[in-house]
Structure formats: C-alpha cells, structure tokens
C-alpha cells in the first residue's frame, strides 16, 4: 500500500482524509496529545486494520474520539454525573473517560472489556475531520507495537509507511504526551493512566478525591511494563548519580538534562530539555526519537522532579528506561 503525504493547510487534502475515513481505511491524524492511528469507529473491518498496522495484540482496546460530549450516550450507558462535570471542565482535551459500554458497540473497540474509553480531542485538524465525517473515530497512537508515541507526522510516516492510507500533518503536537485516562464505571474515579489532566485537577472539579494506583488491579491492557520504549538502552539517573557516572562515560552515551547546574558538565551532542513541565513534555518523545535516530548507543536520561505535575512524564520515563538502583 502507498501511504500518501496529506497537508492539514489544504482543503482538498482534509477533503481527501475525511472520505478515506469514510471509506474504511486508517489515516494518522494529529491531536494534541500524540498523533493517533485513526479510523471510523462503527466500522470493525476498518478498526481490524489498526490493529494490523499496529503489530497490536486484540486485546488491547481503543480510545473513541468524539465531536463533543453529546456524543457519549451514543458509547456509553449508566454515565455518571461526574462525566459531564469533567467534559465541561476539561473537553476539548487530553482526558479520556472510561464508561461503560452500550451493548451495541463493537468488541474490537473495548477488547473484550465492558468499559469504554471516550475522548474529545482538542487540536483543531481533529475536530474538523470529525465534523467532516460525521464520524466518530477510534484512534491509538500511531506508533508501532510498545515504541515511542510520534508527536510530528514525519515520525509516522517513517515507521508505518506502507502499512495505512495516509499521514495528515498537522504539525507538531503541543501537548506530546498521552492523555489522561480516568475510569468512571464503578463508585471510585481512579486514574488508570497519569497524563496532562493531573489527579489534583481532577479532584478539585469533583470535589472528592481520586485515586492513583501505582499497580492496577483493573486491567489497563496497554499499560505494560514495556512500553513507549526507544530502541537504545536508557539509564534514569537522579542529578547526583548522573553527575557521579560521568567520569566513567564513554564514546556512545548521550544524555539528556534540564538541570543547570550540569551544563557545563555536557558536551553538544547531549540534550538539553526545558526545566518547565509543559515544554519537557511537549518535546520529550521527539529527543528520544532522534536519539534513536542517531549514532549513540546509549541513552543516560537525568530525572525530572518527582511532584504531582511530573506524575505522567515519570510514568512513560519508567516505561521506557531502567535504573541505576
Ligand atoms: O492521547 C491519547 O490518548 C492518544 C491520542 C491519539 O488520542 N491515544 C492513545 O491511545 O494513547 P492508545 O491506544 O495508544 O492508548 C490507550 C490506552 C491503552 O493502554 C489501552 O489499553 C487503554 O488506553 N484503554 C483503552 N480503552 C480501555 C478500556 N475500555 N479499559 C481499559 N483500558 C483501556
Ligand atoms: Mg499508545
């Protein structure tokens, strides 16, 4: 199959994506989170093409990306009040609601599980095609199988070219981090998945607290261990033990820092990253991407601090690398 190129800046091009969609074939699209593997919900022959592009195993389910929160009762039953609190509050936005299903909606969306998972993306090339559609679509990251999210439509077309219908470009993603996922189908909110939307944020438009396992007794099935992974090897490293290892650095090691004070410590193949939350998070996926993409051989990453903001970049930074200790 050749995957054409398609430009979100020209008309005939979203045109193009939108009846692809609705044709049953798999577009990348950019939200703004990461972009995502998409492809019209209601269509399981369709959806069974995520899957194949992927490498993804079956029972791993999808996130539905609906045009606004009127959408969810077409998805989901039994839906809490606490749904439409946080649609009013966060929607459009990177924070996905786990509900549970309507018995209509197809097993290959949910994986075999009762819950749904349902979001309003925010990036305005997204909610376009949805209106263009008329569709729903259900969209994971367009990544292959367990590696790094692409955050720029160049990263999707180098590692599935061939394998889907088309790349949108939209540009890069601001956000460049996957969305929150908190499961609403039973009494207690719990985050099942750490992301832009923070637990804190949550709780304070719930008023009431929400819970974030470090280990989930339900089952998130893409929350294995190894996961978002660049192909490298990569080393976490607190600022002292990266200070502390240099000495010992060879040939192949790039790091990746925020913290000022290891500057001069560095050479111009290292990475330097923005000590603010937001922009770490908007460029991390790319730096390692690159990194990847370059002659080094190994990966020493400098830590970010480890407060509630960070909770999500931690999340994905322990998926991806190991520890010294
Ligand atoms: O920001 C995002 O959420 C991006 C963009 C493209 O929207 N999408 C995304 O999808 O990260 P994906 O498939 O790469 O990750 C979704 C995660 C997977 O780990 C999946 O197993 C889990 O959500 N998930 C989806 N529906 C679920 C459900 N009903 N129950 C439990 N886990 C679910
Ligand atoms: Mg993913």
Same mark, same amino acid.
Request: glycine letters at 6%; a negative charge.
């Given at each position: 199959?050749?995957?054409?190129?398609?430009?979100?800046?020209?008309?005939?091009?979203?045109?193009?994506?939108?009846?692809?969609?609705?044709?049953?074939?798999?577009?990348?699209?950019?939200?703004?989170?990461?972009?995502?593997?998409?492809?019209?919900?209601?269509?399981?022959?369709?959806?069974?093409?995520?899957?194949?592009?992927?490498?993804?195993?079956?029972?791993?389910?999808?996130?539905?990306?609906?045009?606004?929160?009127?959408?969810?009762?077409?998805?989901?039953?039994?839906?809490?009040?606490?749904?439409?609190?946080?649609?009013?509050?966060?929607?459009?936005?990177?924070?996905?609601?786990?509900?549970?299903?309507? /018995?209509?909606?197809? +097993?290959? #969306?949910?994986?075999? %599980?009762? &819950?749904?998972?349902?979001?309003?993306?925010? *990036?305005? =090339?997204?909610?376009?095609?949805?209106?263009?559609?008329?569709?729903?679509?259900?969209?994971?990251?367009?990544?292959?199988?367990?590696?790094?999210?692409?955050?720029?439509?160049?990263?999707?077309?180098?590692?599935?070219?061939?394998?889907?219908?088309?790349?949108?470009?939209?540009?890069?993603?601001?956000?460049?981090?996957?969305?929150?996922?908190?499961?609403?189908?039973?009494?207690?909110?719990?985050?099942?998945?750490?992301? /832009?939307?923070?637990? +804190?944020? #949550?709780?304070?438009? %719930?008023? &009431?607290?929400?819970?974030?396992?470090?280990? *989930?007794? =339900?089952?998130?099935?893409?929350?294995?261990?190894?996961?978002?992974?660049?192909?490298?090897?990569?080393?976490?490293?607190?600022?002292?033990?990266?200070?502390?290892?240099?000495?010992?650095?060879?040939?192949?090691?790039?790091?990746?820092?925020?913290?000022?004070?290891?500057?001069?410590?560095?050479?111009?193949?290292?990475?330097?990253?923005?000590?603010?939350?937001?922009?770490?998070?908007?460029?991390?996926?790319?730096?390692?991407?690159?990194?990847?993409?370059?002659?080094?051989?190994?990966?020493?990453?400098?830590?970010?601090?480890?407060?509630?903001?960070?909770?999500?970049?931690?999340?994905?930074?322990?998926?991806?690398?190991?520890?010294?200790?």
């Amino acid at each position: 199959m050749k995957t054409k190129k398609l430009n979100s800046t020209s008309s005939t091009d979203m045109v193009a994506a939108a009846n692809m969609l609705n044709k049953g074939g798999v577009v990348a699209v950019p939200t703004e989170t990461v972009y995502g593997l998409a492809a019209n919900a209601a269509d399981e022959d369709a959806l069974s093409k995520i899957f194949e592009a992927k490498g993804r195993p079956a029972n791993h389910p999808l996130i539905v990306h609906i045009a606004d929160a009127s959408h969810l009762t077409h998805w989901a039953r039994d839906i809490p009040p606490q749904a439409y609190q946080l649609a009013e509050a966060f929607w459009p936005g990177p924070l996905t609601l786990l509900l549970n299903k309507q /018995p209509h909606i197809s +097993s290959i #969306i949910t994986g075999g %599980l009762d &819950t749904i998972g349902l979001r309003n993306p925010a *990036h305005p =090339v997204m909610l376009e095609l949805l209106h263009l559609t008329q569709l729903a679509v259900a969209a994971p990251s367009a990544n292959p199988y367990k590696k790094l999210s692409p955050t720029t439509a160049d990263q999707v077309f180098e590692t599935l070219a061939g394998k889907i219908d088309a790349v949108l470009d939209g540009g890069p993603c601001e956000v460049g981090i996957e969305s929150t996922i908190l499961d609403l189908s039973s009494e207690q909110p719990t985050v099942l998945r750490p992301g /832009p939307i923070t637990a +804190s944020q #949550i709780a304070n438009v %719930l008023g &009431t607290p929400v819970a974030v396992p470090e280990n *989930h007794d =339900v089952a998130v099935p893409g929350n294995v261990e190894a996961h978002y992974q660049p192909s490298k090897p990569m080393l976490l490293l607190s600022t002292e033990q990266l200070k502390d290892q240099l000495a010992n650095r060879s040939d192949g090691t790039v790091c990746v820092y925020y913290s000022a004070e290891l500057k001069d410590l560095m050479t111009d193949e290292d990475e330097v990253m923005s000590a603010d939350k937001v922009a770490y998070a908007q460029s991390l996926y790319h730096t390692l991407y690159q990194m990847d993409q370059s002659a080094a051989q190994c990966i020493w990453l400098e830590l970010p601090p480890s407060t509630d903001e960070w909770r999500d970049v931690h999340d994905r930074l322990n998926r991806a690398g190991s520890r010294l200790i």
